[in-house]
């Protein structure tokens, strides 16, 4: 999975309790993003990271937050879990974001079961 | 709306039998069109990648092709093995200016390979 690690693999949380999820990757790449993917659609961004500290929005943010202290660790934390928020998400990295043929490498995805 | 539309959702073929998955898409300005392979409690893996003026771009077994003017593509299996059973997710990236762009995800179709 291209130096990309996510943790934990597996979580169960109860609606209403706090939840961060880790990204880490080995491969000194400047753009991180985080994905969820749900049966019946597409994989959907959450935020991405274009460098230390600057992140953005992707389509499907609200009731979610992230930071980037250093270039190797990307979190997503969920501030109160909702049963809504039960999914599998994905870490990805890339180069950079102004190339065409820029490629996203995916981790290995934690699975998420809000009750 | 971009939007990128796989088909069939799923299918099941026979060991060494060949398949052809279909993506049709609306993005634009398009960039270029990558075919991912996700196997089960793995994130996705490039495949291919195709850019506009490209017809056919194989990759061992893999064959996609690309239809700019209907916006179509296709990837092509030959003598399916059991380890082709596996998600295929078709991504189309758009030029959103200012040298980034804008992936969008299809749904996939889930490919079922029995002995």
């Known amino acids: 999975d291209a130096g990309i690690t996510q943790s934990p693999r597996h979580k169960v949380t109860e609606t209403g309790t706090p939840v961060t999820l880790r990204c880490h990757q080995t491969e000194n790449h400047r753009y991180m993003y985080w994905y969820r993917q749900d049966p019946g659609h597409g994989l959907r961004l959450i935020h991405y990271s274009y460098g230390v500290k600057d992140t953005d929005k992707g389509e499907v943010s609200d009731g979610y937050s992230v930071s980037r202290s250093k270039t190797e660790d990307f979190l997503l934390t969920l501030e109160s879990a909702t049963s809504s928020q039960t999914s599998v998400y994905f870490c990805a990295i890339s180069e950079s974001r102004g190339s065409s043929h820029n490629e996203q490498f995916f981790g290995p995805g934690t699975r998420l079961t809000v009750l | 709306k971009n939007q990128v539309e796989q088909s069939p959702q799923s299918l099941i073929i026979l060991e060494g039998k060949n398949c052809t998955l279909q993506?049709?898409?609306?993005?634009?300005?398009?960039?270029?069109l990558r075919w991912y392979k996700q196997d089960t409690g793995r994130g996705p893996v490039s495949l291919t990648i195709m850019t506009f003026s490209e017809n056919t771009k194989s990759n061992g077994r893999y064959t996609a092709t690309l239809d700019a003017d209907t916006k179509q593509s296709s990837l092509h299996i030959t003598a399916s093995q059991l380890s082709d059973s596996a998600s295929y997710i078709c991504?189309?990236?758009?030029?959103?200016?200012?040298?980034?762009?804008?992936?969008?995800f299809g749904k996939g179709t889930k490919l079922s390979v029995i002995p």
């Open positions: 993506c049709n898409y609306t993005v634009s300005p398009f960039s270029n």
């Open positions: 991504v189309v990236s758009a030029i959103t200016g200012a040298g980034s762009y804008q992936l969008t």
